[in-house]
């Protein structure tokens, strides 16, 4: 099996076997060394941000109720 990864000097995607996942490999375009991540990670890191954003938005939300509740505000 292989996995896609991007170049973070140029950019591309290319194809590396399993086994490069997480080591220092080279890019065979511009030839930069770099870390070989999965694309498929990268996009799970991505999506963890609204949901913390949501969670914090959630909690304001909470903590604005609770105090209007408690007539503080
Ligand atoms: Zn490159």
């Not at 969670?55 to 505000?73: C, D, E, M, N, P």
Request: some cysteine.
């Amino acid at each position: 099996m292989s996995i896609s990864v991007r170049c973070p000097s140029c950019g591309k995607t290319m194809r590396v076997p399993d086994e490069a996942a997480s080591r220092s490999i080279r890019c065979r375009y511009c030839h930069q060394p770099f870390t070989a991540r999965s694309d498929d990670s990268a996009g799970e890191r991505r999506l963890n941000l609204p949901i913390i954003v949501a969670g914090i938005l959630f909690l304001l939300g909470l903590i604005a109720v609770i105090l209007r509740l408690a007539g503080v505000w």
